[in-house]
């Protein structure tokens, strides 16, 4: 009897044990699916480097940036960008601003907030340093262009306009407006 009585409290042990240690069942966690049309999300990256060469092998542009964002749809976007850039004749451009933006399969780069280019103007033998808070560069048609306010500083000159537009291919230098110049001995 004695025998039945602990079978049967083992048996009732089992049952209780079970229900305890199951405990509370917890709902599955709910997915994320990414639909088809979303298959693309972008990337970003911080400290990154974005290279773009031409036909003949050689970068046309460099891009470095503390952040780079892509979004497929609309192009690329930097946070403390420097660039550099060639133009047709194999001269050298460099830049750096606070913000840029390069849109999808155009070459061309919107830069914004401090900028600051320099380079050899067109038909000229020296440096020159564009200064201005928005500038587009054209990397495929080797054109810099900007409506805002832009100075223009090489040795002994410094010029001041409003708007600006350099086609680098045929070394032809326009400042659009309300222009003024100073020669520093």
Not at 15 to 42: C, K, M
Not at 117 to 133: F, R, V, W
Not at 144 to 169: C, D, F, W, Y
């Amino acid at each position: 009897m004695i025998f039945r009585v602990l079978v049967a409290l083992l048996f009732i042990g089992i049952i209780a044990a079970s229900f305890w240690l199951g405990g509370d069942q917890r709902e599955p966690t709910p997915t994320t699916t990414v639909e088809p049309s979303n298959a693309d999300l972008g990337y970003s990256a911080l400290s990154a480097v974005l290279v773009e060469t031409g036909t003949d092998g050689l970068p046309m542009y460099t891009i470095n940036a503390e952040v780079i964002r892509q979004h497929p749809s609309d192009g690329v976007e930097f946070e403390q960008v420097q660039m550099s850039f060639r133009d047709a004749n194999g001269q050298t451009w460099k830049g750096r601003a606070d913000r840029g933006e390069l849109t999808t399969d155009t070459g061309k780069v919107d830069l914004a907030g401090n900028v600051h280019i320099n380079g050899l103007l067109p038909g000229s033998a020296q440096l020159a340093d564009l200064e201005t808070e928005k500038l587009s560069v054209d990397t495929h048609e080797n054109i810099i262009n900007t409506s805002e306010p832009v100075s223009v500083t090489s040795p002994g000159r410094q010029l001041t306009s409003k708007g600006l537009m350099a086609a680098l291919k045929e070394h032809h230098l326009v400042l659009e407006s309300n222009v003024r110049g100073r020669l520093i001995p």
